[in-house]
């Protein structure tokens, strides 16, 4: 796959700030292209990552942004892939480029969130399964993140420590970082003490849900090196995978998995999939990965990634995460932005904060954050009803 | 007067007699099954067939297992007050080879649980109105619903 140049990168801060969507998109959009250098006028592609959260659909994130940032004829898409919407946005606009339908683009995502728990929308509606899964069972998105962290208890011998150390980690990263909404360093006790929320990951173990904003400004390769780039960081892979036939393991928000009663061999799981497509794509594999950002939905979600991207084998991600590498200073450091757990979940916005967060990385500007030497960085997240994402970035 | 007893949401399980059964659907003439019958997806190496209805297996066995300590937000409807911990059980149904989620029966929580333990479906009051109790599967151990000496 060919490949396109990040020229800039940009974030408005992640907290509860309760104001419009649109405000933290174009802050973010603005200090992407002033990172970049870029004359707004000079992008001929919006790609705007939108959730339905933002309130109706008469939100149309492209135009939404493009608007707000002054109308220039630039052509527009807007996607929505729940968490995935980041990726899939960036997805569309290294289409775009690629294909030469334009030289420059941008990729926007924020959100404004409720507090609490992720709902769906009011009215009675038997035929949305997002819909049944609450009304019927009463699982909340927790409840699958429990599901997950239980079983790896059972099949590994993971402890809630082990999860905890998580939380300990991300929290001590994500301490230096300015956008994240959580800056306290946490210790195991504060894990510990705090209240079970879906048995066994505690209030600390699960991500809050934030409102922030992310931007990238991405160009062809001939037109970074026509304008003066030197060495700019490169997208090498982007995968927006569904899952493949039948997969056995049961996520949300579904009521049931796929059967095997009539399948002879299991397919590749979902999330090990996702993975999988954006190595191929980038050419490279597990063991050339200097830094990675996974979407630590909950702590032990965090441990799963390790596994389902190859850096270690089923039932050996509790041993990494023990022996410190996965923390920065470590030989993989993993979330070094200090993940979901620093910041909750903007969901539209957050596919594009993790491919920010690398590219600072990459380019040696990470602060006390910064994994020494890091060339290859991966991203990972699943976005609601089967949406994979992962990018990988290098220099 | 006594309510009447109906499925909160038609169609995903039967509750006459004493052995409610999920309602899932199957390419017909396979082993491929899917739940909810009309939510659960498709085989993409069969073509465009009418999923026949089938009665799924009683029993399999728990996946994973977890308890909600907060109260989950609509359109869960909470009817205790205060509000007692659900437990949610993932079960691979023993003939399906497939993982179906449900709350487990009240009284039934984590320490009473473990993967691989065998369970059955039941059904059980979701919530009532003045006219009606509305009914939901359930989760049961197997050895909870043995008949004591």
Not at chain 1, 132 to 154: E, I, T
Not at chain 1, 305 to 329: H, V
């Amino acid at each position: 796959m060919d490949e396109i140049a990040v020229l800039g990168v940009g974030m408005h801060p992640w907290g509860k700030w309760g104001r419009n969507f649109t405000e933290y998109g174009v802050a973010a959009a603005r200090d992407a292209l002033t990172d970049a250098g870029v004359d707004y006028t000079d992008v001929g592609f919006v790609s705007g990552a939108v959730t339905v959260r933002c309130g109706y659909p008469g939100y149309v994130a492209g135009s939404i942004f493009a608007r707000a940032l002054g109308f220039t004829g630039a052509q527009l898409a807007s996607s929505y892939s729940a968490c995935a919407s980041g990726a899939t946005a960036l997805q569309v606009a290294r289409g775009q480029i690629l294909s030469g339908a334009c030289d420059v683009a941008l990729v926007v995502g924020a959100d404004t969130t409720p507090k609490g728990f992720l709902a769906p929308h009011e009215g009675r509606r038997p035929d949305d399964l997002d819909w049944l899964r609450f009304h019927l069972v009463g699982a909340s998105n927790p409840v699958y993140f429990g599901l997950h962290a239980r079983r790896r208890m059972d099949l590994y011998g993971a402890t809630t420590d082990d999860f905890a150390m998580v939380k300990v980690k991300n929290s001590r990263h994500g301490a230096h970082n300015p956008n994240a909404r959580f800056t306290k360093e946490y210790g195991l006790d504060d894990v510990r003490n705090s209240p079970v929320v879906s048995d066994p990951l505690r209030l600390l173990d699960i991500c809050a849900t934030s409102d922030g904003g992310a931007a990238l400004v991405v160009s062809s390769m001939e037109w970074a090196r026509d304008h003066g780039y030197r060495d700019p960081v490169r997208v090498v892979g982007i995968s927006t995978v569904s899952p493949t036939y039948p997969d056995p393991v049961i996520d949300l928000p579904y009521l049931a998995a796929d059967s095997l009663a009539g399948s002879a061999t299991a397919t590749i799981g979902f999330k090990e999939s996702i993975g999988a497509r954006a190595y191929a794509e980038a050419g490279i594999g597990p063991a050339d990965v200097d830094v990675a950002e996974v979407y630590d939905l909950s702590s032990a979600t965090e441990l799963d990634w390790y596994e389902q991207l190859g850096f270690c084998a089923a039932g050996e991600a509790e041993r990494l995460l023990r022996d410190g590498d996965t923390a920065i200073g470590g030989r993989l450091p993993v979330n070094p932005s200090g993940g979901l757990g620093a910041f909750g979940e903007a969901v539209p916005a957050q596919a594009i904060a993790q491919v920010c967060e690398l590219v600072w990385q990459l380019r040696g500007t990470a602060g006390a954050r910064q994994v020494e030497g890091a060339r290859v960085g991966i991203t990972v997240n699943q976005g609601l009803f089967g949406h994979g994402s992962s990018v990988i970035v290098r220099r | 007067m006594q309510r009447a007893q109906v499925p909160a949401v038609e169609g995903l399980f039967t509750t006459d007699g004493d052995e409610p059964r999920l309602i899932g659907g199957r390419v017909p003439g396979t082993e491929s099954y899917f739940f909810p019958r009309h939510l659960g997806g498709a085989d993409p190496r069969v073509g465009p067939i009418e999923l026949e209805e089938v009665l799924l297996s009683r029993r399999g066995r728990v996946w994973s297992y977890t308890t909600s300590h907060y109260p989950p937000p609509p359109p869960f409807v909470v009817t205790s007050e205060p509000y007692e911990p659900i437990t949610v059980a993932a079960v691979e149904l023993e003939a399906e080879k497939m993982v179906v989620l449900g709350q487990c029966i009240a009284g039934v929580g984590p320490d009473d649980l473990e993967v691989g333990m065998e369970v059955e479906l039941t059904t059980d009051i979701l919530y009532s109105d003045d006219d009606h109790d509305y009914l939901v599967w359930k989760w049961r151990p197997v050895a909870a619903a043995e008949p004591e000496d």
